[in-house]
């Protein structure tokens, strides 16, 4: 078994699972399902192709740089040539704004590597739970030495910016939201359930529907992560960056209108 990791962070990322109508939420991490979606894309699987083998992966996901809730109000017009006036409702977007994710995805040696190759040279373009967030790149991250999903993320790199890693300090910790299973147990934490597992074996639009998926969140301590000792600032294609000068306001000055 292999553990790949993927580098999720750009500018705005949305993570919905269970935005209804004219109201559209983002949950605080990537989900498992929009993340299998991304993988399917990147090896140009279509929506009616089987996803019965991603459905199998383990899958974990750590908040590295949490960044701020971002409100979108979007008003729609009907067309000045349309036939007929239409009644265009209004609609209100969440995002998550200059947040960086660190994902594990565990599964057989071959199909990982087939994931990875899809990750560095895919098929479709990738975004980030929505078309309208493009990632920053590369979105491979590599290939895990540890075993498992869960000790993958409580050692793997920090990867947040210099000047988030600044304001947070090494004392603190990162929340981690992975697979609930037996093997959880030793990291302690909640447990919820999340409306994110498609019941379908696609992701076909006749068919989409999700089922309950639980979902274990713990902490890891920033301390214990590897390479602390001597952390800098990855460069997207691999150089280190000594210029940090610039720091992103926080979205909202830290309001959260979704209570998370």
Known sequence: MSVLLLRLAGPLQSWGSSSRFTRRDTRPEPTK????????SAQGRTREDSIEDLLKLKFGVRTDQRGGILRDFQTEHAMPWARKSL??????????????????????DQLISSL????????WPAFLGRRSCPPEFPIFFGISQHATVIEALKHEPWIAAR????????????????????????????????A?????HSFSVKYRSYELRPVRHFTVP???????EH??????????????????????????????
């Open 33 to 40: 399902s929009a993340v299998i979606g991304l993988l399917a």
């Open 222 to 228: 920033i301390a214990e992560l590897d390479g602390q």
């Open 87 to 108: 009644d265009m409702p209004l609609s209100e977007r969440y995002y998550l704004s200059d947040a960086k994710f660190l994902a594990a995805i565990q599964g057989d």
């Open 163 to 194: 000047w988030y890693r600044h304001r947070v300090g090494s004392g603190g910790s990162l929340s981690v939201a992975c697979d609930a299973d037996q093997s959880d147990a030793s990291v302690g934490g909640i447990t919820e359930t999340v």
């Open 116 to 123: 990875a190759h899809a990750i560095k040279y895919p098929t």
């Open 231 to 260: 952390q800098v600032d990855r460069d997207p294609w691999g150089e280190d960056r000594t210029d940090n000068s610039h720091q992103p306001p926080i979205a909202l000055d830290g309001h959260d209108p979704m209570g998370f």
């Open 196 to 200: 994110d597992q498609p019941t379908a």
